[in-house]
């Protein structure tokens, strides 16, 4: 099966610019996930959506970042306008829904941002 | 929070040691999970162990849960150069999937 993909690889921007990344999640996976990863840390969940519902997006900061889902499949999510404290890599997973059994995530290779 | 954190934050050891991970967490939890992050890469799941079960494998992968104490191990034997990567546990409860800040494993040929 094709794993989760995401664009662009790479993406540099001066701070008050746009951005946005894209991704393609494996087929059939209803639940998609984002998640911000800062040099030397682990993941940290910015949003979760099912199909496409938000199930949790407590830990976004809304005042800058939104993101989309709108046929339930392909997400965006976007910086408007970028800090210098954004710069980090964007992950997109996604996982089948199986109700609460947590089965595994399955990662992209990410989005690695950097604001100057 | 359920966040895991996982210890030593590095560790460097020889080919064909074994390598050991731990993980701590503060709330009760459904069940955790391994990941490993190779360098510019996403996580890649390992195994899972659910919170009724005390030891799990998978080919050179042990993993222990200790509920009462909160605590996981991942056991890594007869380690390769390739193995070489970050190891995160992930724990979940009623939330998503929270990490911790992993572990930085190197693996010297």
């Known amino acids: 099966e094709a794993g989760v993909a995401q664009s662009p690889r790479y993406k540099i921007i001066e701070k008050r610019q746009s951005v946005a990344f894209w991704c393609n999640p494996i087929?059939?996976?209803?639940?998609l996930y984002w998640y911000q990863q800062i040099l030397g840390q682990g993941p940290k969940l910015l949003i979760q959506?099912?199909?496409?519902?938000?199930?949790?997006d407590s830990q976004l900061p809304k005042d800058r970042f939104s993101a989309e889902r709108l046929k339930g499949v392909d997400s965006t999510l976007k910086i408007q306008p970028a800090k210098l404290e954004d710069s980090a890599v964007y992950l997109c997973?996604?996982?089948?829904?199986?109700?609460?059994?947590?089965?595994?995530?399955?990662f992209g290779n990410g989005t690695r941002l950097t604001v100057t | 929070s359920q966040q895991g954190e996982e210890d030593p934050q590095a560790l460097s050891i020889q080919e064909g040691e074994n390598a050991t991970m731990n993980c701590s967490y503060k709330?009760?939890?459904?069940?955790l999970q391994w990941y490993r992050q190779n360098s510019g890469r996403g996580l890649v799941h390992l195994i899972l162990i659910r919170s009724n079960e005390r030891e799990k494998h998978s080919g050179r992968l042990r993993v222990t849960l200790d509920t009462s104490k909160k605590s996981s191990s991942l056991l890594i034997t007869a380690s390769r150069a390739a193995d070489t990567a970050s190891y995160f546990c992930a724990t979940s409860g009623n939330t998503p999937l929270v990490f911790g800040k992993g572990t930085r494993l190197s693996v010297i040929a």
């Open positions: 709330t009760s939890i459904n069940n």
């Open positions: 959506f099912q199909n496409n519902g938000v199930v949790d």
């Open positions: 087929s059939g996976h209803a639940t």
């Open positions: 997973a996604s996982r089948h829904y199986r109700g609460r059994d947590n089965s595994p995530l399955h």
